[in-house]
């Protein structure tokens, strides 16, 4: 017996659901990495190096969760330690951090297109880049191009 039009449109919409669940569990998991692969290299660039304690401080969190997280950046391939000095990014690590400023920077900017202070626009971006997808990346971005 074939399905009725509502049973398959339940099904649909379900399977949205459970679809845009699963890319915000997705998004979650990767944004703490891509947040701290960003500050790296945010760190590198001003300082030639990321400390522990600067990663710490900037991020407003203890040492120790410092230390798990570049743990399991580096268990990633994503950066390096050289002892007694800070923290690098591997090729990998770069590409990642380039591509998350990136997405922030778009971000910030359609909010400024917006008319949002700068201020909130910077801070806004922070949690949106992780979430946005790349088809909805690129019409904010052509958004912001087209008002240029």
């Not at 891509?34 to 900037?58: F, M, S, W």
């Not at 969760?65 to 570049?70: E, Q, R």
């Amino acid at each position: 017996m074939a399905r009725r039009p509502a049973a398959r449109a339940r099904t649909k919409s379900l399977q949205a659901d459970v679809e845009s669940h699963r890319q915000a569990r997705r998004s979650r998991r990767t944004a703490l990495v891509e947040d701290y692969v960003e500050l790296i290299a945010d760190l590198i660039k001003k300082d030639g190096e990321a400390r522990q304690t600067d990663l710490a401080r900037c991020l407003g969190v203890a040492q120790p969760t410092v230390a798990k997280m570049l743990k399991r950046l580096i268990g990633d391939g994503l950066v390096a330690q050289k002892p007694y000095r800070g923290v690098f990014l591997t090729e990998t690590g770069k590409v990642l951090a380039e591509q998350s400023h990136k997405r922030h920077q778009i971000v910030e900017s359609f909010l400024l297109a917006l008319g949002v202070s700068g201020e909130t626009a910077r801070i806004d971006a922070e949690g949106i880049e992780h979430h946005v997808s790349d088809e909805t990346l690129t019409a904010l971005q052509r958004f912001v191009e087209g008002r240029s």
